[in-house]
């Protein structure tokens, strides 16, 4: 039920977030399984996901909670990042982790709900990197952050900006900021 940011595993497994709270797995052999979220927050909306070695499950709340959530293969949910410099996240796209380890999410809009912000020339969305150095806003003023893919070099951050409708990368530095825009 509204699969979006759907991924793949080498085995052939497809993870897909599942709009009633989790998400649902289609195994290579065909099998489908659902796994809810036991203690979910209320109007809990999974949208990107990112598998971790255990087969936890990072998840974004695209929800009015918002936020990243981890979720357990059992369905147990802790909350991974609910706020950023003080704040309380606004409801969030994305989260995806690269090669180093490092865990990148994005959040649309400052708005809420989030369609106050589909217009032309709008641009208030930001992404976020959590590494072991802690969370942090590292880059902002994106005209409606979707999906951050960090590309198979980790040299560049690629970012899909769907009401500004282009695609924009930043060079990552060593330290994780992000360099100069380009489109």
Known sequence: SRCECVMTTRSGDLYVPDRRGGVSIVRADGRTERVLGRNAPEGFLP????????????????????????????????????????????????VGIDAKGRTWVTVSTLKVPREQAMKKGHADGYIV???????????????????????????????????????SRFPIRPDGSLGPREV
């Not at 990197?129 to 952050?145: K, Q």
């Not at 560049?156 to 409708?165: D, G, K, P, Q, S």
């Open 47 to 94: 949208n990107g996901i990112a598998l971790l070695p255990d087969r936890s499950v990072l998840m974004a709340d695209l929800g009015p909670g918002g936020g990243v959530w981890q979720m357990t293969p059992d369905g147990q949910m802790t909350p991974k990042l609910l706020q950023i410099d003080g704040r309380k996240l606004e409801p969030t796209n994305f």
């Open 129 to 167: 990197l959590m590494d072991e150095r802690g969370a942090r806003i590292v880059a902002e003023g994106i005209g409606f952050t979707n999906e951050a893919i960090v590309d198979p070099t980790g040299a560049w951050l690629y970012v899909n900006e769907t009401i500004a409708r282009c695609t």
